[in-house]
């Protein structure tokens, strides 16, 4: 698989109104993200923007002055998908971040930013085999199993729904599960080789205090991704 070696920094940040492929919308929505983290001026270099929908993946590269080049791409259908179950291949998500690397490695990338959809995951057992992406559309959680009693969701940023990971995994926990990706985590993982995310993508899973950032003990033979406010290296 080809990935890059490079900072990123992944936001969950969701704008419903912008459904448009217009490269001025795309930079300035990347630019808002790092105005408000006080970074707009990381975007001299030449930058890897993704933004990862439900429906489409949108990316381009950005030097400051001008879009190098941009794509839009469907997002992966689902393999297994019913009332409640929806799944994404990991080998279709495996082909669309390796034509995004292929298509964009040209531009001697630098760093990337990634935006994706919340409430994605991937789980890695203990054979280092990792399963499908399941879905926020995935609504398998029982959000009155037992266990749910433990955790504060308030203090989690989220709440108690259907399509929470940490309901999933506690309401049917994975066979032989190891490690426990978000999406997020994921590309990060296939552009830095870390399993490792910013807050606002771990905290969504609803496995971590929103304000220390620990994690909850609740899994205990599955690892989780570091949680961050930082940059990505």
């Given amino acids: ?48 923007c993704i933004d990862v929908g439900s429906t489409f ?11 190098l080049f941009a794509e839009k791409v469907k997002f992966p259908d689902p393999i297994l998908q019913n009332n409640t179950v929806y799944e994404i291949s990991i080998k279709s998500i495996d082909i669309l971040l390796d034509d995004i690397f292929e298509k964009t490695k ?26 499908n992406c399941v879905s926020w559309k995935d609504t398998t959680a029982d959000i009155h199993t037992p266990l749910a009693k433990n955790i504060d ?40 080789g870390k399993n490792i995310t910013h807050k606002t993508d771990g905290c969504a899973s609803g496995f971590f205090d929103a304000e220390t950032l620990r994690p909850l003990s609740l899994l205990k033979n599955i690892s989780l991704p570091k949680v961050t406010q930082k940059v990505i290296k």
């Fill in 57 to 67: 993946v949108k990316f381009f590269v950005y030097n400051g002055k001008e879009v």
């Fill in 106 to 131: 040209a531009y001697c990338v630098t760093q990337c930013f990634i935006s994706v959809q919340m409430h994605d995951y991937i789980i890695r057992d203990k054979n280092g085999v990792f399963g």
């Fill in 1 to 48: 698989m080809f990935s890059f070696t490079v900072p990123c920094l992944i936001i969950t940040y969701k704008s419903r109104k912008i459904n448009v492929l217009c490269n001025k919308i795309h930079v300035h929505f990347f630019s808002c993200i790092l105005q408000s983290i006080g970074k707009e001026d990381s975007f001299s270099l030449n930058s890897l």
């Fill in 153 to 192: 969701f308030y203090k989690n940023g989220t709440s108690a729904k259907r399509n929470l990971p940490i309901l999933k995994l506690l309401t049917v926990p994975p066979k032989d599960a190891c490690e426990f990706f978000t999406l997020g985590s994921y590309i990060a993982y296939r552009l830095t």
